[in-house]
């Protein structure tokens, strides 16, 4: 469960890996985990959502993955404004 801010709704999906509070305030905060709390069937999804993305997209094999395509990327690419070769 997390408050609408920064960068946590972009690493919770919303009644699938987790819940995202309405606002941010205890009260829209303890209504999630009330939610949550009192729904089985939801928090038994959110469960089986979260183990599932987390050693899917979020795994270290695929976070190593990005990078290893990125510092590829990088190498390359030609070299700019440098007579290094």
Known sequence: IVTP???LVEQVENGRTGLI???VSTDALAGAI???AGDH???RRCSAGAL???STSL???AHVDRI???VRRVAAAPRR???VQ
């Open 5 to 7: 801010v920064g960068g």
């Open 21 to 23: 509070a309405g606002a």
């Open 34 to 36: 009330a939610r949550l």
């Open 41 to 43: 069937e939801l928090y």
């Open 52 to 54: 599932e993305v987390s």
């Open 59 to 61: 795994s270290w094999t």
């Open 68 to 70: 290893e395509e990125g």
């Open 81 to 83: 404004g440098s007579d």
